[in-house]
């Protein structure tokens, strides 16, 4: 996926203020909500929203152009991995089982050897020791759901994002890279008591209106729509 400044600037100018957003009505049923969406009101296509086509991992970049390589779910399972060239490398969670020290160091060597130019990062719902919330609730249970990540002392976790060294890590954060405007979010709905979860509806509501004006690219690890 390939974008010139031109474009962005065009984008931003189609962009009107703030909106005031509501939980929606059908935000605890999913399959409810596309159904009365896209069949019963037409609703689906979200407007100033282009669809894009692929483009082949060989495929020239055009002058002037920035070029942005998204992978996510790697699960520490990176060495069979053939990557595509490109500028600006986005990784959109779960890039490790269950977030434990050492996955997170192996993570970070791996990208330590890539050759973009910028590497991107959030958290998924397994990356768990990034959630500190998650961790704190953790340790305090009587019984182990996560064995290996509730024996770990607090001291080996509480800065685990530091281990991040070869890359950009976003959490409800933003960073300007090439002059584009990138917002990473980890948050999802709930999903079996992983990290980073939420329940529909307000709380997560809290978390998008997080997000700035202006984002030219946002990443998040479940899907913006879903």
């Avoid at 509501?22 to 979200?46: K, L």
């Avoid at 434990?100 to 130019?117: I, Q, T």
């Avoid at 397994?126 to 340790?139: K, N, S």
């Avoid at 994002?161 to 990473?184: A, M, P």
Wanted: aromatic share 14%.
């Amino acid at each position: 996926m390939a974008f010139s400044q031109s474009h962005i600037m065009a984008a931003r100018r189609h962009q009107h203020s703030r909106l005031i957003i509501e939980v929606d009505e059908y935000s605890s049923n999913p399959t409810q909500a596309f159904t009365f969406y896209n069949i019963n009101q037409g609703r689906f296509q979200p407007p100033h929203v282009q669809m894009v086509d692929p483009v082949p991992h060989d495929a020239p970049k055009p002058p002037g152009y920035t070029r942005f390589v998204c992978i996510s779910d790697t699960h520490s399972r990176t060495d069979p991995i053939q990557m595509p060239y490109g500028d600006v490398l986005i990784h959109a969670g779960d890039f490790t089982e269950l977030g434990l020290p050492s996955e997170v160091k192996k993570f970070n060597e791996w990208l330590g050897s890539l050759p973009y130019e910028y590497k991107i990062v959030i958290a998924g719902n397994h990356e768990l020791t990034f959630d500190q919330e998650f961790m704190a609730d953790l340790i305090k249970q009587d019984f182990y759901y996560f064995p290996s990540v509730s024996k770990l002392k607090p001291e080996s976790y509480e800065n685990v994002q530091s281990l991040l060294t070869n890359c950009i890590y976003l959490q409800d954060s933003e960073v300007t890279v090439r002059g584009f405007r990138i917002y990473g979010s980890p948050w999802q709905p709930w999903f079996y008591g992983w990290g980073f979860n939420l329940p529909r509806g307000q709380a997560l509501l809290e978390k998008w209106n997080l997000i700035p004006d202006g984002i030219d690219i946002l990443i998040t690890h479940g899907p913006p729509l879903g």
